[in-house]
């Protein structure tokens, strides 16, 4: 799994412990830009999926 | 990574994810508080990169909610973005909090050195989660029982939140969207920064806090709240994965496979929420609290007695 290797890769860039530690780029864009593509693909799908079958989001729920 | 491989790993982490991503969206809360002490009690996570792990699992998480929420026009963008900047300072509060504790070294416990991140952390998720399962359970108690009189299942007001939702200190501000003609921006900021600071400790995104203080103190509709909450649990825990990743707190192994589990978890948890009665589900969840109490207690005395980081 290349993909995931290289996840483990640019999170193992440094020694966060040491002093002068500094993350690289491509792991902070990761961080948090990584997860909010994966959210937004999957909320555009799920909102499909509802316009497609009529589906009515709750007011409580995630 | 963590005594596994990585493929084991993403496995892992990702029944992890659909387990608390369930009972999220059974309950109609992050879920961030359950899983920052399973990722440590189960996998040996530590506390940092779980908090930055988690964190960044709910960027994703609240912007597919985000979007949904979006587009049936639950989300009061004004209220939202003010509330990101008092929010993102909690965040860097919280966040140079848990790396103060993290180079605090060890404190010697009977015969074991135990570092004083767990120690403290431990004790905080206990307290916090003791207080969480009461609260929920005495206001599900106190709803189930108004429900059975004939009554309706709302939560009242105390003193000071009353007296919050008062307060009259310039800068006021109206928000159309939320129906609210005036109110001080201390306070929203006050609710935002508070909230980060959890966040950032935590790694908790304070839908059991923030919900409640939209609705009580800044007088949002519950609808309103909901979206807004996500809108704004989007960009502060963004913030705070980026915040913990320049600290090298963000493990992206792990991150995906919370992502990919409790994508899924939520949905299932969701569905099943319109069937349940609301109250009922809320006591479970109390109970469900004081059981994680249990675990994080048993962790620490394990540590104590056989020593360990």
Known sequence: MPFLQWLDAIARDANPDKAGFQAQGAYLLACFLGPMLFGAVVGLMLTGIERVFGIKLSSRGH | MFGM????????????????????????????????????????????????????????????????????????????????????????????????LKRAGHVTLGHAQIPVMTLVMSVIYMVLLVW????????????????????????????????????????????PRSGIASISLWVILGVGFATGVLAGLLGVGGGFIRMPALIYIIGCPTAVAVGTDLFEIMFSSAYGAFTHGMKGNVNLVLVLGLLIGSTLGS????????????????????YIAYFAVLMVAAKLVMKVLHGGG
């Not at chain 2, 007296?163 to 501000?173: E, F, G, T, V, Y």
């Open chain 2, 132 to 175: 969480i399962g009461t609260v929920v359970l005495r206001e599900s108690r106190k709803a189930l029982a108004s429900v059975r009189a004939g009554g309706s299942d709302t939560i009242e007001k105390n003193w000071f939140v009353e007296r919050l939702s008062a307060l009259h200190l310039p800068p006021m501000i109206s928000l």
């Open chain 2, 267 to 286: 949905q299932i948890g969701a569905s099943l929420t319109r069937r349940l009665g609301g109250p009922r589900l809320r006591n479970v969840f109390a």
């Open chain 2, 5 to 100: 491989t990585i493929l084991n790993a993403l496995a892992s982490f990702a029944i992890l994810g659909l387990v608390v991503g369930f009972m999220a969206g059974l309950f109609g809360v992050g879920g961030g508080f359950l899983l920052t002490p399973l990722l440590n009690i189960l996998f040996g996570v530590p506390y940092n990169v779980a908090v930055g792990s988690d964190l960044a699992q709910m960027a994703g998480m609240s912007t597919a909610a985000t979007i949904r929420h979006g587009r049936i026009g639950n989300i009061d963008y004004r209220l939202g973005l003010l509330m990101c900047a008092g929010t993102a300072g909690g965040v860097e509060v919280g966040a140079t909090g848990l790396e103060v």
